[in-house]
């Protein structure tokens, strides 16, 4: 059964920093991956979905990585800024079905 | 830019009610989802439709019902609501099953 980690729950770090957040898969038989971002009591925004032939896509300040082999994906976030600020899900798709698989996210804390 | 609104922000019911939560979207998308979003469990999924009067069974679908009339509104029915599902509600679209989806502001509810 497919389970996805996300470590670390929680995470807070200076204005300015770059930063990556991890995610981590059991089954390497995905379709794609997810990432959103949740602000407090909001719905979620997509950020970056990558295919499972990707090893990466970028978006602004925004990097996502791939590895299908070792079963992780990274956000790296660059220049990070306040306005960051959120929870940070990833999900996975598989090839058997379509449901998203999610983690519990990490709650991001951007301090002036 | 792809819209995805529902109905209410907030929504206090008593046991008992039947309640409707809808969904619009304007982008023409074949599949939209119900989730649920509890504080420790994440996100489930309560349905899925992926065509008009098509649906499929999520992960907890029991207390539940949804209406798919029309391509762009997708309703979730709770008959008889419990305080156990006092959650916040989301719903979700996108143009292929397993493609990027775009989530509405999501729903409060609360039953007392």
């Known amino acids: 059964k497919q389970e996805v980690t996300q470590i670390p729950a929680a995470l807070s770090v200076p204005e300015g920093e770059n930063l990556v957040l991890n995610c981590s898969f059991t089954?390497?038989?995905?379709?794609?991956l997810q990432w959103f971002r949740q602000d407090p009591g909001k719905g979620l925004t997509s950020l970056l979905l990558?295919?499972?032939s990707q090893r990466e896509q970028t978006s602004g300040r925004l990097n996502a990585s791939l590895d299908k082999s070792s079963g992780r994906s990274t956000l790296y976030i660059a220049a990070s800024q306040p306005g960051d600020s959120a929870t940070y899900l990833c999900?996975?798709?598989?090839?058997?079905?379509?449901?998203?698989?999610w983690g519990a996210g990490t709650k991001l804390i951007i301090k002036p | 830019d792809v819209k995805v609104t529902q109905s209410s922000r907030y929504l206090v019911k008593r046991t008992g009610e039947k309640v409707f939560l809808e969904c619009v979207q304007d982008?023409?998308?074949?599949?939209m989802f119900w989730y649920r979003q509890d504080p420790g469990l994440g996100l489930r999924l309560i349905y899925f439709?992926?065509?008009?009067?098509?649906?499929e069974k999520g992960d907890i679908p029991e207390g539940y019902s949804v209406s798919r009339e029309k391509k762009e509104r997708f309703s979730l029915i709770l008959e008889s609501a419990s305080t156990n599902q006092t959650s916040m509600y989301l719903c979700?679209?996108?143009?292929?099953?397993?493609?990027?989806?775009?989530f509405g502001p999501g729903t409060r509810l609360t039953v007392t």
């Open positions: 979700a679209s996108s143009w292929t099953e397993r493609g990027e989806q775009y």
């Open positions: 982008m023409d998308h074949e599949n």
């Open positions: 439709s992926y065509d008009v009067k098509m649906k």
């Open positions: 089954d390497s038989a995905i379709y794609n």
């Open positions: 990558i295919q499972s």
């Open positions: 999900a996975v798709s598989l090839d058997s079905n379509y449901q998203l698989i």
